[in-house]
C-alpha cells in the first residue's frame, strides 16, 4: 500500500471509530503504532459482530449465515 494510500485507510478507521464509539474513539488513539490500527480493526470487527448478533429481528440461522459471511 502507497502511502497516500496508508493515510487514506488510516483516515478512513479512525472515521468508522468515532462514529461508532465515543469511548474507545478516545482511547485507542493514544496507542502507539501499529497497535493503534490493529486494535482499531479489531474493535470495529467486534462491533460489526455484535451489531449482527443484536439484530433481533433476525432468525437465528440468518445471523450466522451473515457472521460466516
Do not use: N
Not at 44 to 66: C, S
Amino acid at each position: 500500500m502507497s502511502d497516500g494510500a496508508g493515510e487514506i485507510a488510516a483516515a478512513r478507521l479512525e472515521e468508522l471509530l468515532v462514529k461508532t464509539s465515543r469511548t474507545f474513539a478516545l482511547s485507542i488513539p493514544e496507542l502507539p503504532e501499529p497497535t493503534r490500527r490493529e486494535v482499531t480493526v479489531a474493535y470495529l470487527l467486534f462491533r460489526v459482530a455484535d451489531t449482527l448478533e443484536d439484530a433481533t429481528r433476525w432468525e437465528p440461522v440468518t445471523q450466522i449465515d451473515q457472521l460466516a459471511f
